[in-house]
């Protein structure tokens, strides 16, 4: 099979049945060998319904059903699992990515060899003080976090090897960071391709303001996790010593001060508690970063590798 295509959904049920028609109109022209996988994530509305019509007319529209409202991610990671598609293309079932982009985006994975395709929007259609401002920002510092050098990292419109999919895990809501995710597990020729943006048809978004900052957190996590789960006493033991021995010279020199200076008023110098809190602080960094370690230890993914290639 050419082409999976995913489409993560909550209450959608206006736009199924276009968009669907849309997208099995631009791949039928192009002759690729295809499957659309409707997540459907606990929708409340018709949704289902309209997909499982969609299903019995066309058998290459597949569904899978949530039993309530997982999240974007989640619905993301259920299509990939299913994906059997060689090029695996995710867009958002609301009608603001347009399917006429399918055709160069798998064009770009299967001949320019990308492992990742990432939409650019770069002609919004959304409200620009709530959406379009502190998404710039976002995808600032997202950018400066992850070294990889792409505009709009929330797209929903992106395209990927099914290698990349099949070894990538998205929970939370880290299918901002899908990216970042493949850039770990080694798949590095990340592009971008400026796509249509269209403004959203039906319903309304289904992120509110929470968004940017869940964003922001996730993506602390993400950079993280990514440098020093499996090595924490690095981050941990490195800033904790520093701050044990900072703390340790301020006493050593309060000590002596008060051995040799008469009258020294010990407890009535801020570098007293300074020294004091540094210390204890030290110690903790010290001791989370020992606890992280002995927690590593047992995960059951300490020793599990992504294997490329092997020969025997
Ligand atoms: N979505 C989902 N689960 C959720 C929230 C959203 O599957 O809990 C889907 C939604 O139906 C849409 C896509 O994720 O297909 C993007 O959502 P939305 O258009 O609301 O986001 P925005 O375009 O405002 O960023
Ligand atoms: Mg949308």
Known sequence: MDISIVI????????????????????????????????????????????????????????????????????????????KGNVVITMDADMQDSPDEIPELYKMITEENFDIVSGWKKKRFDNTFTKNFPSKIFNAAARW?????????????????????????????????????????????????????????????????????NGFLDLATISFVSRFSKKPMHFFGLYGTLCFLIGLCMSLYLIIAKLTVTNFALTNRPAFYIALTVMIIGMQLFLTGFIAELIGRNAPERNSYLIENRLD
């Open 8 to 83: 993560p959904l909550f209450n959608e049920e206006e736009s199924l049945t276009e968009l669907s028609e849309w997208i099995v109109r631009v791949v039928t022209q192009h002759q690729l060998n295809y499957e659309i996988i409707f997540v459907d994530d606990g929708s409340t509305d018709e949704s289902w319904k309209i997909i499982e019509k969609l299903h019995q007319v066309n058998n290459n529209i597949k569904g899978i059903k949530f039993q309530r409202n997982y999240g974007k991610s989640a619905a993301l990671n259920e299509g990939f699992r299913a994906a």
């Open 145 to 213: 976090s992850s070294g990889i050098y792409l505009h709009d990292f929330n797209c929903g419109l992106k395209a990927y090897k099914n290698k990349v999919v099949k070894s990538i895990e998205v929970y939370g809501e880290m299918h901002r960071y899908i990216p970042v995710i493949a850039k770990w597990s080694g798949f590095r020729k990340i592009g971008e391709k400026v796509v249509e943006h269209r403004a959203r048809k039906y319903g309304k978004t289904k992120f509110g303001w929470e968004r940017f900052i």
